[in-house]
């Protein structure tokens, strides 16, 4: 029981660090004036594949400490 709980809380936090780092591109890309049909959202796809590398590494660094 121990472990699903350690691993539920791994879960919330990658999906609050993937979007929170998607909604900051977002935000960046309406702020620039990207948000629109004729263009792409750069800073979107990049800020959310960025957070996503970030919060597996997060992850997979507790997994690391955990089994020591």
Do not use: H, P
Request: glycine share 12%; charged share 20%; with cysteine.
């Amino acid at each position: 029981m121990k472990n699903a709980i350690k691993f539920s809380g791994m879960a919330f936090q990658m999906a609050a660090i993937i979007g929170l780092g998607t909604y900051g591109g977002y935000r960046w890309d309406v702020s620039e004036g990207r948000w629109g049909e004729e263009q792409t959202a750069w800073a979107t796809v990049a800020c959310a594949l960025l957070s996503t590398l970030l919060a597996l590494g997060l992850v997979v660094k507790q997994i690391i400490d955990d089994s020591k």
